[in-house]
């Protein structure tokens, strides 16, 4: 990694107003105390107002990776707007040095009735490039988007995996000094993921690039470092997998029984008698109560253990639910693993449909906690099998419970 430093933020805020009114109100103040160089008082809040980024400061370097993380809401998506030069911080100041190509939103550069090959000409004029040298690159972001058929076409007949392909393809292939990436690995499949991941490490190696995604394997795997935001504050700024940790351990964890679903033919759902610790390699089980006002075909059945952000670390089919499930009171015991998760903590969001998928039975979300212990792992969605052992059928429910 370089010692020269191409990104350099320095004490960076950014407000906005809740109320467009008041916004468009303090707007038109702002110009006028400018026009007449006086104080805009940017560093104070007004009604309505709040700090999307407050006071934020970093550099980065050429050869080095950052990455941003933090909720949704988190000021992210702001700061990288700011770092692009779309829109311009209340406080502080921004150096950018060299290139910069930036892809922060879906289809976000783009003229809609242009077509993708006259898109890639006008983002490389963008970039300082001439007519000639985007000639000599063109064929090459054609080949690497996989749009060769569309290319000529206009970019509003793409679909979002068409355009972030175009996207990602013409900022990285154009020798940035600056990449700057916001969730744009969250589209398109997995063999154009791993051609993303094999370009950016490239594209490090002589470039500075700043890399926002919910997916902490993705940035475990791509960053050196990461900033941690939290209501537009910076929190942590360190090695990538101990702030990832922090994140992951500062994500609140809550049952929300409101936000069990049953359809007319459920009684009752529950889950009970839960492993609240499981270790690297162990297994998570639990008791699962469903009570029937009358038999129904269960057509599928699965888990997803989520973080506290509700991101998805696994997916769980359960498929000895997939038949018959009896009238009256079940209970079954289910048995997960072995688990390899990322140190944390996680919930449970439970999902049964019949009718071929097309009826919910039940849906139950955050119905359990637990804790993971043991070496983190990072890695992608992953599907650990599952066993069910039927504990109990009781063949009637009681009058009691029908009638209340």
Not at 140 to 159: K, T
Not at 219 to 247: F, N, P, S, W
């Amino acid at each position: 990694m370089s010692d020269e430093v191409l990104i350099k933020v320095d004490g960076v805020s950014k407000k906005f107003c809740r109320s467009l009114k008041k916004s468009l109100w303090y707007g038109v103040k702002d110009i006028a105390k400018e026009a007449f160089g006086l104080s805009s008082g940017h560093d104070r809040l007004r009604p309505e107002e709040f700090w999307a980024v407050n006071d934020v400061s970093f550099e980065v370097k050429r050869g080095e990776c950052l990455g941003l993380i933090g909720r949704n809401g988190a000021g992210k998506t702001t700061l990288l707007k700011m770092l692009n030069g779309l829109i311009k911080p209340d406080k502080g100041r921004i150096e950018m040095r060299g290139r910069v190509g930036a892809l922060i939103a879906l289809g976000a550069g783009f003229n809609p009735i242009l077509t993708g090959r006259e898109n890639i000409y006008v983002n490389g004029s963008v970039l300082g490039l001439t007519k000639q040298e985007v000639g000599e690159k063109i064929e090459e972001i054609i080949d690497f988007a996989e749009i060769g058929d569309f290319i000529d076409s206009p970019v509003q007949n793409y679909s979002s995996g068409m355009q972030i392909r175009l996207g990602f393809a013409v900022a990285s292939t154009l020798k940035p000094d600056v990449l700057i990436l916001d969730e744009v690995l969250a589209v398109g499949d997995a063999n154009f993921q791993s051609k993303c991941f094999q370009r950016i490490g490239k594209i490090v190696e002589s470039a500075a690039v700043i890399f926002v995604s919910h997916y902490a394997y993705q940035i475990k795997k791509m960053c050196d470092r990461v900033i941690l935001l939290d209501h537009g504050i910076m929190v942590e700024d360190g090695e990538a997998g101990k702030v990832l940790e922090t994140y992951q351990n500062s994500q609140p964890l809550q049952i929300r029984e409101s936000l069990i679903l049953r359809g007319d033919d459920v009684r009752e759902v529950a889950i009970e008698n839960i492993t609240t610790k499981v270790s690297t390699g162990e297994f998570l089980e639990f008791d699962l109560i469903i009570s029937m006002e009358k038999k129904a075909q269960c057509a599928q059945s699965y888990l997803n253990l989520v973080d506290g952000a509700d991101i998805v670390h696994a997916q769980v089919v359960i498929p000895d639910l997939e038949r018959l499930i009896p009238y009256g009171h079940n209970r079954y015991h289910i048995k997960i693993g072995p688990l390899f998760l990322a140190t944390g903590r996680y919930s449970g969001n439970f999902m049964l449909y019949g009718s071929g998928g097309k009826t919910t039975l039940a849906h139950l979300r955050h119905c359990f906690n637990f804790e993971f212990l043991g070496v983190p792992n990072l890695g992608p969605v992953y599907y650990p099998p599952s066993t069910v052992t039927p504990l109990r059928h009781q063949d009637k429910l009681s009058r009691k419970l029908l009638n209340e």
